[in-house]
Each structure stands twice: as C-alpha cells, then as structure tokens.
C-alpha cells in the first residue's frame, strides 16, 4: 500500500465521524464508546505485539523513558481534550467558542501524533503501518464523532461546524505526510529512536484509557466486552496473515 492511499484513507476516516455526527445530531453516543472500545483493544495489540519491539530492537533505556514521556504527555493532553477522544461526550463549558476551540486544538495534536507513526517509511517497508491503519482509521471514525458531538452540543452549526471538522480530519494525514518527509529527508533514524517511541507511549494510554473506562450498564459491559475481544482478534489475525 503506497503512501498516498494511506493519506486518503486517514483522511477520509474523521471526515465519516463528522459526517456522521452531523446526520445523527450529535446522537447514539452508546455505539461510540462501543466502536471506542474495539478501536482501543486494536491499537493496544499492534502496540505492544509489534510497535514496541520494533523500536525497542536497537533501543537503550533513552526508548524507555521516551515510552513513558509520550504516555505523561498524553494524560496532560487531556487537561484541554476532556477526554472526549475517549467517549467523554458530557457537555464541556457551555456554549463558548474557548472551550470547543482547547478541544480542538488538544485533539488535533493528538490525531497529529496518531498519525506519525502509519508514515514511517521503515513501518510502511515492514508492513507495520498496514497493520496500524485500520485500528487508528477505527479508532478516528469516533473521535471525530464526539468532537463534532460535543461542537452542535455548544451550538456550533452550519459553516462554523465544518470549519473546526475539516482541518481536525487532515490532522491524522499530515502527522503521517511529516513522518513520511522527516524519513525521505535522512532523519530515518532520528524519528525511530526519538519520536516513535514518544507516539508509542501516547498509544499506550489512550488504548488503556480506553480499555478501562467504566461501564454504564451490564448490558453495555457484555457488548464491550465483546467489541474489545475483537479488536484484540483482529489485530492478532493482521499479524499472522
């Protein structure tokens, strides 16, 4: 699969959750953490089966500490995200533009980052981006839904609506596209044994984050239950097919 596939397809996914939010009002926030669910059992295999050895192969206790920095980045990322990348779709301060726009700006920089490691050219060469793909492109499709949630909540419509989702959709491509130039630019290395390791830890916790959330019924706890077994198959048969 070539790079500019890859593009398309990490384009296209936030745009479906916007288009999706928008059709449905904002609505059927259950199926979200749902979808969530599976997206974050996904990215967890891939993180820990095949993402961390391959950085950890040639890596010193530096790759451990960047693990650990990319996870306490995260957990401070979501003092302006609200955690609405991870389901949290309770109204977040009222109808101001401040708030929808810390949100904005805190979910961006983590699609950004998502983003990083599917353009690696060692990743893609590997096959290893493949793999990642369709967990991150599940795991935006919702994202994008509750950041356009939580937008009509505040009374963002209309042409407002579409200029927050639309830069937020070329968030996840243009983390790859950087990671694709900062490769084919000669800093191969330095983006293997300095950032992937820092996005892997970011990984880590919005996975867990994810895995962990508490259930609001039995009802939901046995479809989560079940939505997580699948990520975690799916991930598994992506590695062994």
Request: glycine share 12%.
């Amino acid at each position: 699969m070539t790079l500019g596939i890859i593009l398309i397809l990490l384009l296209v996914s936030p745009l479906t959750g916007g288009v999706l939010a928008w059709l449905l009002n904002g609505g059927r926030h259950s199926q979200v953490k749902i979808f969530l669910s599976f997206s974050g059992a996904y990215l967890f295999t891939i993180s820990v089966t095949s993402l961390m050895p391959e950085v950890y192969k040639d890596g010193t206790i530096t790759t451990g500490f960047l693990v650990l920095a990319g996870f306490m980045f995260q957990i401070l990322l979501e003092q302006f995200t609200k955690g609405v990348e991870h389901g949290h779709l309770h109204h977040h301060g009222g109808k101001g533009f401040r708030p929808v726009l810390q949100i904005f700006v805190g979910m961006s920089l983590h699609a950004f980052l998502e983003g990083m490691p599917i353009g690696d050219s060692g990743f893609i060469q590997k096959g290893l981006s493949q793999k990642l793909l369709p967990g991150t492109c599940l795991h935006e499709i919702p994202a994008a839904f509750a950041l356009g949630s939580v937008m009509l909540a505040a009374g963002f419509r209309g042409l407002t609506f579409w200029a927050i989702i639309i830069p937020y959709a070329f968030m996840l491509p243009a983390g790859a596209l950087v990671s694709g130039l900062l490769n084919s630019g000669g800093l191969e290395g330095w983006v293997h044994k300095w950032l992937l390791p820092f996005v892997i830890g970011a990984f880590l916790h919005i996975s867990t984050t994810i895995l962990y959330e508490n259930s609001e019924n039995h009802t939901y706890k046995r479809l989560r239950l079940v939505a997580v077994l699948a990520g975690v198959l799916m991930a598994t048969a992506s590695l062994v097919l």
